[in-house]
């Protein structure tokens, strides 16, 4: 691992003022960062560390939503009650991310910036890899890909998101609450993440000089009928092959409302939108079900190794609507 400094801040506007120092990067838990500076995939020369910024609190708003900070702990936030009463999806999302020890380290804003497990990404022995070293190829696209995008990929990148607490949040129209030099702005976390087009080497809308402070959450009218399926190779410690985020709102046997998330399958948080389309004003039903789950890979191109995952995919988003539509 290369040389780094390492500065403490005290205040947001501090550490604001700190990240404009060449290479500088800021550092949470260090989950995921660290990792990558071992492997020589990062290399900053000054980490700032947020942990003991103001920003660990879980509070309720005045218009009926939650604000999470960016510093909490995801086993604090998924164990909150206040949090699983009213948000169980985000819950069971975060519940099934990583191991007790790592979810007990990682934070809620290092969690949305953690990078691609993309092997090509990780191992700095390939060469070619444009989110490493834009314009040198993409080593996934003739190498294994078992685990790589099938929707919104690039011919300059394959890989996929790992975050399982992002498509919770896609799912229940989070915010991303973000300060910098320029002040105070909110990101949809529909538009945070980006899709990799020709620059995959950028991860997300937030600017180089700007920290993650909070999370958004609007109120939820759908947090009986949600469920969290996560399809991985071994029950523990697995990113996802395939995820599914569900959120209905019904009433009276009629589906008022849908939100559909899928992880594993692309370089952000995938929202399904014919899918959506087709469960809204819907009776539930497994008719229903069938016809929605079939539209929710719309789009997808496979690689040499990862067809199965349109499938997987059609099949997870059937069994957690169901789950979803089953509870009370």
């Known amino acids: 691992m290369q040389a780094f400094n390492y500065q403490q801040p005290h205040e947001i506007a501090e550490a604001i003022r700190m990240i404009k120092a ?30 003991r910024l103001p920003m660990a609190k879980i509070e309720l708003t005045a218009d009926g939503g939650m604000r999470i900070g960016a510093g909490v702990r995801n086993s ?15 819950a069971e999302a975060l519940l099934s991310g990583a191991s007790p020890q ?21 191992d700095t022995a390939y060469g070619e890899c444009n989110k490493r070293n834009p314009g040198s190829g993409c080593a996934a696209r003739q190498g294994i890909n078992r685990i790589h995008a099938v929707l919104g990929a690039s011919e300059a990148c394959v890989a996929t998101h790992p975050s399982d607490m992002a498509v ?4 229940l129209d989070a915010v991303v609450k973000v300060e910098g030099p320029q002040g105070a702005r909110d ?11 020709s620059t995959p080497e950028i991860d997300t ?22 469920h969290y399926l996560k399809v991985r190779d071994r029950q523990s410690y697995a990113f996802a092959l395939v995820s599914v985020a569900v959120a209905l709102e019904l009433e009276g046997g009629q589906i008022a409302g849908a939100r559909v998330a899928l992880g594993g399958v692309a370089h952000k948080p995938w929202r399904a939108a014919a899918t959506e389309a087709a469960l809204t004003g819907a009776p539930y039903s497994q008719a229903t079900i069938e016809r ?8 997808a191109v496979p690689l040499a190794h ?7 995919g059609r099949r997870a988003v059937a069994r957690a609507l169901t789950v979803a539509g089953e509870r009370t």
């Open 22 to 51: 060449p290479r500088a990067k800021f550092i949470g838990g260090g989950t995921n960062l660290v990792d990558l500076m071992k492997g020589g995939a990062e290399s900053p020369l000054t980490l700032i560390d947020v942990t």
């Open 76 to 90: 604090d936030a998924a164990h909150h009650e206040e949090l699983r009463q009213r948000y169980p999806l985000l």
């Open 102 to 122: 790592l979810r007990n380290m990682a934070t809620v804003g290092g969690n949305l910036l953690q990078r691609t497990r993309c092997y090509y990404f990780y």
């Open 168 to 171: 919770a949040l896609l799912a």
């Open 187 to 197: 990101i949809a976390l529909a538009d945070f993440h980006r899709l990799p087009g």
């Open 205 to 226: 809308q937030l600017r180089p000089d700007e920290l993650i402070v909070a999370v958004w959450l609007p109120p939820s009218r759908a947090a009986s009928h949600s």
């Open 292 to 299: 929605a789950s079939a539209l929710a890979m719309q789009g």
């Open 306 to 312: 990862n067809a199965f995952k349109i499938e997987l």
